[in-house]
Nanobody, 115 residues
Framework: QVQLVESGGGLVQAGGSLRLSCAAS????????MAWFRQAPGKQRELVAR???????NYADSVKDRFTISRDNAKSEAYLQMNSLKPEDTAVYYC?????????WGKGTLVTVSL
């Protein structure tokens, strides 16, 4: 079992920045992939960024060059640095971890970007 807790969400003006954190606990050995997803009201959950235990990353086209995912394996934490935020980025952001063939999810943190 892996427990994930997100933090760092909040209200920010367009063009501003936020840094989200995801702390993993429980059976955290050999978490292969950590990722950030988001879900806006009335829309499907979508992948924002992923990072492997070796540091390989993938980003959604909508956030490339604006968001950066990183990972601290020693702390079992993942981060999402979000710059140049747009109102379209408003969503609940969820942390995801993949270990031993299972996906684990946090409860999400709300990011609201205003004009």
């Amino acid at each position: 079992q892996v427990q994930l807790v997100e933090s760092g969400g909040g209200l920010v003006q367009a063009g501003g920045s936020l840094r989200l954190s995801c702390a993993a606990s429980g059976t955290i050995f050999s978490i292969n992939v950590m990722a950030w997803f988001r879900q806006a009201p009335g829309k499907q959950r979508e992948l924002v960024a992923r990072i492997t235990n070796f540091g390989n990353t993938n980003y959604a086209d909508s956030v490339k060059d604006r968001f950066t995912i990183s990972r601290d394996n020693a702390k079992s934490e993942a981060y999402l640095q979000m710059n140049s935020l747009k109102p379209e980025d408003t969503a609940v952001y969820y942390c995801n971890a993949y270990r031993a063939g299972r996906d684990y999810w946090g409860k999400g943190t709300l990011v609201t970007v205003s004009l």
